[in-house]
């Protein structure tokens, strides 16, 4: 049962515009949430997080929002840029299992010119 | 400052051998953990490494195993190998035991015929 679901394999924004990435996950232990970027043959790359006691952090055009009782956050990137396309992977942690993070299987984002 | 890298980039095997990846994490890092990328899936963890010790281990077989060295690089060992292990294998380092900011290097992709 996946825990961490990110249900838009796939979304396409115009350059400028608001990208909204959603994710949703069903363990309420989960205390920690990342979001990650991924190019083709790199590593994922760290963009931003938020802690469970908090509902919204901000760094630069990244913004995290979670809604606790919906079990629902999502990424907000503004505006968009050509190079933000990318693979997106939302992820948790419930500190169970040293800081393992438990990863959705990933939005692709296509910023267009 | 020196970023995650992993050896080798691309490794082909033959069903039932044993494969080991290499690690040397972030410096600063003291902490490894590692995962497996299926094809169009997230990455799933498969064990974490703090000080030389196991700190949390995922769902993956026994045949999975692995070290973390004095100066914090780490090996990921596979014995028997199955068709099913063909996967980008990535390794993240953190701070510490508690952080969750996971850094990622650019992975090993491993093919078993």
């Known amino acids: 049962d996946q825990q961490v679901k990110q249900n838009s394999p796939s979304l396409s924004v115009q350059e400028g515009r608001i990208s909204i990435l959603n994710c949703d996950y069903t363990?309420?232990?989960?205390?920690?949430f990342l979001w990650y970027k991924k190019y083709p043959a790199e590593g994922p790359t760290f963009l931003i997080s938020?802690?469970?006691?908090?509902d919204k952090n901000e760094d630069g055009r990244f913004t995290v929002f979670l809604n606790k009782s919906a079990k629902h956050l999502s990424l907000h990137i503004v505006p968009s840029q050509p190079g933000d396309s990318a693979v997106y992977f939302c992820a948790a942690s419930d500190n169970q299992a040293g800081t393992a993070l438990i990863f959705g299987k990933g939005t692709t984002l296509s910023v267009s010119s | 400052e020196t970023g995650v890298t992993q050896s080798p980039t691309h490794l082909i095997k033959t069903r039932g051998q044993q494969v080991t990846l290499r690690c040397s994490s972030q410096s600063g890092h003291n902490t490894v953990s590692w995962y497996q990328q299926a094809l169009g899936q997230g990455p799933q963890f498969i064990f974490q490494?703090?000080?030389?010790?196991?700190?949390g281990r995922g769902n993956f077989p026994p045949r999975f195993s692995g070290l973390q060295f004095p100066n914090y690089s780490s090996e990921l060992n596979v014995n028997a190998l199955e068709l099913d292990d063909s996967a980008l294998y990535l390794c993240?380092?953190?701070?510490?035991?508690?952080?969750?900011?996971?850094?990622f290097g650019p992975g090993t992709r491993l093919t078993v015929t």
């Open positions: 490494y703090y000080r030389e010790e196991e700190n």
């Open positions: 938020i802690s469970s006691i908090k």
């Open positions: 363990n309420s232990m989960f205390d920690y």
């Open positions: 993240a380092s953190s701070q510490d035991q508690i952080s969750y900011e996971q850094y």
